[in-house]
């Protein structure tokens, strides 16, 4: 069976230090792979997705980048924090079947800059 | 640009009743729409995918609907348990593309 796991569950960091978010997938090959934030009384947050190794898509202009150095390793990132990066971010995958692409989430990480 | 809209913002229901979550979206084209829980301070879990070509499916109390030519699709929980307390996220995926457009969810309690 599939398992997605992400790490750290939470985290506290200063504003202007670095960040590296990672999320790993188990039980299946070449799957989209999707980072969302989640704020505080809002909705998810598209910021990144990957259909393949190396393969990052920007949804939204940010302080973050991503990375996808395994097939199934993806990565979250960042040089200088930002008080506004505070949330919940969740690390998701997908795969293309004739019954649609269901996603999948992982237990996220809940990040708060101080 | 695509939209996701659900309403009410949150409900408050007595254990036992039958009750409907909306959920609307402003593009008809669309490739999947999923409906997902989340409990506080947790990921989310799928309770049902609906390809655009399917008007609803099934899981145990749980029923959605989508009519995509009016935008939208409801979630129908039978028979209320406390346990069914969490918030209700509905998520389109736009035809075309990988990725979900999320609603900002229905805050639901089930008072024992």
């Known amino acids: 069976s599939q398992t997605i796991h992400q790490w750290p569950a939470t985290l506290v960091q200063p504003v202007g230090s670095p960040l590296s978010l990672e999320c790993t997938v188990e039980?299946?090959?070449?799957?989209?792979l999707y980072w969302y934030r989640q704020a505080a009384g809002r909705g998810l947050q598209l910021l990144f997705y990957?259909?393949?190794?190396?393969?990052i898509s920007s949804e939204v202009p940010q302080n973050l980048s991503a990375s996808r150095p395994q097939d199934r390793q993806f990565i979250l990132s960042s040089k200088k924090l930002l008080l506004s990066d505070s949330g919940f971010y969740l690390c998701?995958?997908?795969?293309?079947?004739?019954?649609?692409?269901?996603?999948?989430f992982g237990p996220g990480t809940r990040l708060l800059v101080l | 640009k695509q939209e996701v809209t659900q309403i009410p913002a949150a409900l408050s229901v007595p254990e036992g009743e039958n009750l409907v979550l909306n959920c609307s979206f402003t593009?008809?084209?669309?490739?999947?729409l999923q409906w997902f829980r989340q409990d506080p301070g947790k990921g989310l879990t799928s309770l049902l995918l609906?390809?655009?070509?399917?008007r609803e499916q099934t899981s145990g109390r749980l029923n959605a609907s989508l009519d995509k030519s009016s935008g939208r699709s409801t979630l129908y929980i039978a028979a209320s348990q406390p346990g069914d307390s969490a918030t209700y996220l509905c998520?389109?995926?736009?035809?075309?593309?990988?990725?979900?457009?999320f609603g900002t969810g229905t805050r639901l309690k089930v008072l024992a």
């Open positions: 998701a995958w997908s795969v293309p079947t004739s019954g649609g692409e269901t996603q999948y």
């Open positions: 039980g299946t090959s070449n799957p989209n």
């Open positions: 990957s259909v393949g190794i190396g393969q």
């Open positions: 593009d008809s084209a669309i490739y999947n």
């Open positions: 609906i390809q655009s070509s399917q």
């Open positions: 998520a389109v995926s736009p035809s075309g593309t990988y990725k979900y457009i």
